[in-house]
């Protein structure tokens, strides 16, 4: 059988270059993490207008500073908060901590005359001891954090009064003058107070803890559930504990900043101002959020309630005015808030579900292959490792005869020849091993759905290679993560060529990517020798199996949906794909070398006319999403499976189909190895092998691709 192709000569496929639809667009947008902060924000534009439409000069260069500079310590304890909040404690002593932290200040610059760079670490061992006492009873003994915090906040307060009573007059009366202490106080670095800029320090800083540091991902899952994170290995209490330290820290630094502003402290010091910041949070996160670090809304909203109570107090209200307009503003916002969330979700799930026209090229090629023009070859196929494998999408092996298979718990298994009835586990992986191909040192590459591209040695230590490629330039979203790596295959070269079948459904929803009928996947190439992994061609139809040709010049890429096998030439990558078969009877999964030169193609169910015409018909797909669970109407013939065989052209000269009742059902992948046909399907409990009569008994594909006898 020839191995040549007339690449020229083939149909192109065309690929659009961006998929623009509004309701894609209004989906993308409503389901990105910054629209939770939409009314937040809206809160504070409205204030914004209103404090220009009723104060004149309140926003002018001078009272902005103004307002930076009385505004940075009252943010840092925002801050303080969010991180205890996301660890699923509370903490209502941080208006006593900042008292006594100030204290703490004072009484080491003005008395014990020490350095400013010491009278900071004393302000921060200060803060870090209420955090210590908080986070040993709320972490390390179990006792509840508001009971914990509150009788912390009475102490803290009670040591407070004593010590400042004592000491209150010395400090007043301290003639110490100190250069550094005076511009941490009262001078401006770019324009701007210096303790605004150490907000903005802190901040960004509790911005990447939250979003790259392991911490921040222990303290965010311990906030969501901290059974699941005690079951994932984290070290629950000893978060839970560094977590109130940290918070007490800047708590500290609060304090710090304010006795050098202030340079003395009073008996209201720190009074209410739990219940300050403890607003500035709720109408930030929209309520109490555990397990969520955004930075952003709750500095938001701590601008939005510091605004307005500020606005107020200048516009002369009385202070029991202040606070009753304040009751009022923050129920409403908070009212709309959860309005808001509730009806996102609502508009998202009727929404994130776009189907688009679709037209399938009628079925041709496959006259007299036909299910019910032959018979079911596969129903005398021999069944291997029957009830000791879930799932074995792909199946492959080596040199040495082993057989492998990925499970659906994340376990890759190894067979033993010749009776492959003993197993063994070849590595844990995690995830959905889908895709899998030996490289030319003999290590087994594998696609993971939820993972992406990992490398396993012959010691079953696994390598993570690639998780991420380029950010589509019109994508609201962000699709850099390699959301369904679904197979692979590996150029002469040692590029690695896989797909990411669709960038918008995980593994559990794939199916709904047909009901959109939108070319949502794509092909991505993994340079062996950079480590740089970079999308080859976006936009494609559910991009599944990938082979490379025999002659190593073109490679093969099967699109599910369109049942049709398109083929890339490997020394132009950049032009378009073209269209080797099209008009395939079912949905074409893998697709792997056969001994003679030709290629099987593994068809995981079998195309039906109703499928084909509400294809046609995108309003029909999206009423029918809502109203019948596609498990009923969706895979009606997916319990159909067969192999196709098709010779270098793209002619099918061959067909393998199961039985309508087994034993192999929905066939999602096929190698050949010396003689025999191994047949693996992504909801199988077992593994088929078929004899195939006139094959190469010694021809393996590991020998294909590398040239090594198996």
Known sequence: MSVRFDFDSLPKQRIPRFVLSPRRILADVLSRGWVESAIPFLALLCVIIGVLATTQGYFDAANLRNLAQYSGDGGLVVLALLIVVAVGGIDLSVGSNFAMSAFVALYCFHILGLPVPMVLAASLLAGAAVGVVNGTLAGLIGCGALLTTLATMIATRGLFTLASQAKLVEISTSARIDAVWDWIGFERFLTMPVGFWVLLTVAICVFFMFRQSRFGWHVLAVGGNRKAARHGGIQVKLTILLAYILGGTIVGLAGFMFAARQNSIGADTGIGMEFFVLTALVVGLGGFVPGRGAVVPVLIGFATIYILNNAMINAGFRGDFVQLAMGAIIILILAIDVKFRKHRHRLLASTYLDPARFSLDPVRGVEGFMPDEIEAKLRSAEILAAGKIDGPEDVILDAEDRLYCGTRDGRILRFDPPDYSEVAVHARIGGRPLGLAFDREGRLVTCVAGMGLLRVGPDGAVELLADQTDRGLLSVQDDSTIRMADDLDIAPDGTIYFTDATKRYDMENWGLDLLEGRPNGRLLGFDSRTGRTRTVRDHLVFPNG??????????????TWACSILIFDLADMSAPPRVLVSGLPGYPDNINRASDGGYWIALAGMRNPVMDRAMRHPGLRRRMARRVPPTNWLFGNLN????????????????????????????????????????????????????????DPGWTGTDSYWGREG
């Open 546 to 559: 990938v082979c490379v040709t025999h002659d190593g010049k073109y490679l093969l890429v099967a699109s």
């Open 640 to 695: 159909i499976g067969g192999v196709l065989k098709i010779d270098a052209a793209g002619r099918i000269v061959d067909a393998l189909w199961d039985a309508p009742d087994g034993p192999l059902y929905m066939i999602t992948s096929m190698r050949e190895h010396r003689g025999a046909l191994y047949l693996g399907g992504v909801t199988n409990d077992k593994i088929g092998r078929y004899a195939l009569t006139g094959a």
